[in-house]
């Protein structure tokens, strides 16, 4: 059968070479691709929806809050059962994991990963996982293209649109946010935007938004009516909230940074699992608004139901009172991102897309609320607007992609004319974030191992490029007390290379290189051959590549630096081989065809 099947396969690729051209065949797997990530988002979440239906009504009905503490340790005890003994596989939080096997994996992404994610998330978020769906269905999305591609053998440039066109395919079905999920697409992914890589984006995102359709008729995930329209006197209140909605996205930043490093610490996983399950369990008990995704306060927010917010409060404060109210959302703010940093921390699997879209809806409600309530302006502003309009902001500034959030606030509204409202507090919000953090949630992970792809053309090539395949192996290594005659006759002789590493036989570390240049004077003097050694003649290399710690970039500019043509590389100080520059500069040529191709 196997065999059989790979005929069929090979038969059609065959058929596919003659017939049908590489664009075309691009467009057709754009749409399967598109279907899929539909299809995926689809699954995620009704499964997650179906357990916490069946939570709620079947099992606790009626006595629902006091488990608010227990629910999410079973849900992140279940994720990690299942990561251990089912998919027996350790992988990464949705975007992130993905833009790494983009970087440094060549848009390879395992099998297992197609798969893990529909497993888990709703494990997470059904039983009370202060985290979001967006991620996890973009991962699955993207496994499930990059599988696709490596079947039909499309290159690496073809492989990592196709995952390009999975996200955005994902996040329209989610959103029926059809141009923001392009956006989205463009922005996180750094996709180089062309008109060959812009239609297989639309084909994707049309699919994506047809199925959710077909599954889901014309509700949306938030919806609103306009009945404030904007005016020309809201513009400094829109500039103000632009400046807190930065400082909400850094605080944001900074506190999923810190609990992120913490758990790094933390090197058992059940100790991680139950210091991050109970910490979230007593969030969640003492702030139930916090348990799960967190969509119904959102759409609560955005009618101006805030009362079913704030009512079911642990310290019953008096919700007449606009400064009690006040109080309990600032709570909600501070401590969602707590939350959502817990439920990664014990092992948990979500994405960070829900969190911020909550913090920007209950930050911008409460700013307007705390305007009206001061009474200083004869201005009353929209609470339902301004919530709409914090969600961008929030969304914007922790994902450092501005347009996805004006296009996704001003898809989701059904219009556009919170546009101006929207791009304000957006553009506001990410300059000043990123001046203070020049890296997102999803990337700063990945730049501080230089990892990272983005829309500059010359550095993403160079972080695509693989090091390790660039380094050479075959020189003749001489020891530090190795006599001149040894070398001629063991090391000259036998090497076509003009360059020997002096390595120390017993730490494998080079201390140092021998050119030919430098013995050449001596090497036909006999007399010589036992008065000198290798320490005599070698010198320093004008400098050392680390694997550990060098990036590509590094790399170049120590060549560039030294003007060497072989700079010595060395893993964990030892010595392993020699990268030249001229194979460097033809692996960069090399990448750079494909990544423009």
Known sequence: MPTQKKSLLTRFLLWKTKHVSHRNFVYFLSIVVGLIAGLGAVILKNSTHYIQHLIETKVVSGYHHPFYFLFPLVGLTLTYLVKKYVVRQEFGHGIPSTLRAIAKKKGIMRQYQMFSALVTAPLTVGFGGSVGLEGPTVSTAAAISSNISRLFHTNQATRTLLMGCAAAGAIACIFKAPIAAIIFAIEVFSLDLTLISLLPLLISSISGVLLSYFFYGSDTILPFQLVDVFTLEQVPFFIAFGILAALTSIYFTKVYAFFHDFFDKIKSPIKRLLFGGAGLGVIVFFIPPLYGEGFEVINNMVTGNFNDVVTDNFLHIDITNN???????????????????????????????????????????????????????????????????????????????????????????????????????????????????????????????????????????????????????????VSPDM???????????????????????????????ILLDDIRPIMFDQTLYKEVVARDVMQAPPEIIDLHNDRMKDIMKKFQDSGAWNLPVIRDDKYIGFISKSKLLTAYRRQLINFTS
């Open 323 to 477: 400064w009690a109210i006040l109080a309990l959302l600032l709570g909600l703010i501070m401590f969602k991102v707590i939350a959502s940093a817990l439920t990664f921390g014990a092992g948990g699997i979500g994405g960070i897309f829900s969190p911020s879209l909550f913090m920007g809806s209950v930050l911008g409600f409460g700013f307007a609320k705390f305007i009206n309530t001061l009474g200083f302006f004869k201005l009353h502003l929209s609470e339902s607007n301004f919530t709409l309009v914090g969600m961008a902001g929030v969304l914007g500034g922790v994902l450092q992609a501005p347009l996805t959030a004006i296009f996704l606030i001003a898809e989701l509204t059904g219009g556009y004319k919170l546009f101006i409202p929207l791009m304000i507090t957006v553009v506001i919000c990410f300059i000043v974030t990123k001046y203070f953090l020049p890296y997102s949630v999803y990337s700063m992970e990945l730049a501080r191992k230089g990892d990272l792809i983005t829309h500059d053309k010359d550095q993403a090539v160079l972080t695509l490029m693989n090091i390790e395949a660039l380094i050479e192996t075959k020189f003749v290594k």
């Open 483 to 513: 006599n001149l005659g040894d070398i001629v006759h063991k090391a000259v002789v036998k090497s076509n290379r003009n360059i020997f590493p002096v390595i120390n036989v017993k730490t494998k570390k080079i201390e140092g290189i």
